[in-house]
Antibody, heavy 119, light 108 residues
Framework: QVQLVESGGGVVQPGGSLRLSCAAS????????MHWVRQAPGKGLEWVAF????????YYADSVKGRLTISRDNSKNTMFLQMNSLRAEDTAVYYC????????????WGQGTLVTVSS | DIVLTQSPGTLTLSPGERAALSCRAS???????LAWYQQKPGQAPRLLLY???IRATGIPERFSGSESGTDFTLTISRVEPEDSAVYYC?????????FGQGTKVEIK
């Protein structure tokens, strides 16, 4: 069955860096666009970034542009989020999600990984 | 940017009652790119409907969607205890994905 497993979350100081991973299985990873979506504690959902099925297109929310970088390795069925210059407001559960593309929705979701930015 | 406003904030119902959740867009959007998600406590969101009214795989028939101009509605025909969750609408436009703030459905 479809599985998305995030890893790499943890506690980091403001200004620090972290790299999240999302391992995919159970579907043709190279045919899906992929997203990162985050949810601050007790808050709603916020789209963060998207990467096209072949890695050739990347789009970001204004709140993370220039600090977060999305990438993927289709040979390893894995997506990444490099997070630099982290701020307290980046504290959230980060979900990876798969998007087949026709309807631009989040078809499949991982269980999330918590990133806490605190001194 | 397009803003999605959901109402009510919280809906409290008894089992068997009908639930109507609203999602209003700040400007015209294509219903093709409007979706609904369900999120239970401690879980990831789950896709319920896409294209405003098409049920995702495995979603029960009691969940349905409709639109009227910039207003979109998720209806649960007869709520069950397991429908207790937060429901989010989401839209895609101009390479931006945005969510509404969510409606919490509580079952008495």
């Amino acid at each position: 069955q479809v599985q998305l497993v995030e890893s790499g979350g943890g506690v980091v100081q403001p200004g620090g860096s972290l790299r999240l991973s999302c391992a995919a299985s159970g579907f043709t990873f190279s045919s899906f666009g992929m997203h990162w979506v985050r949810q601050a504690p007790g808050k709603g959902l916020e789209w963060v970034a998207f990467i096209g099925y072949d890695g050739n297109n990347e789009y970001y929310a204004d709140s993370v542009k220039g600090r977060l970088t999305i990438s993927r390795d289709n040979s390893k069925n894995t997506m990444f989020l490099q997070m630099n210059s982290l701020r307290a407001e980046d504290t959230a559960v980060y979900y990876c999600a798969a998007d087949y593309g026709d309807y631009h929705v989040f078809d499949y979701w991982g269980q999330g990984t918590l990133v806490t930015v605190s001194s | 940017d397009i803003v999605l406003t959901q109402s009510p904030g919280t809906l409290t119902l008894s089992p068997g009652e009908r639930a109507a959740l609203s999602c209003r867009a700040s400007q015209d959007i294509s219903s093709t790119f409007l979706a609904w998600y369900q999120q239970k406590p401690g879980q990831a969101p789950r896709l319920l409907l896409y294209g405003a009214s098409i049920r995702a795989t495995g979603i029960p028939e009691r969940f349905s969607g409709s639109e009227s101009g910039t207003d979109f509605t998720l209806t649960i025909s007869r709520v069950e205890p397991e429908d207790s969750a937060v429901y989010y609408c989401q839209q895609y436009y101009s390479i931006l994905w945005t969510f509404g703030q969510g409606t919490k459905v509580e079952i008495k």
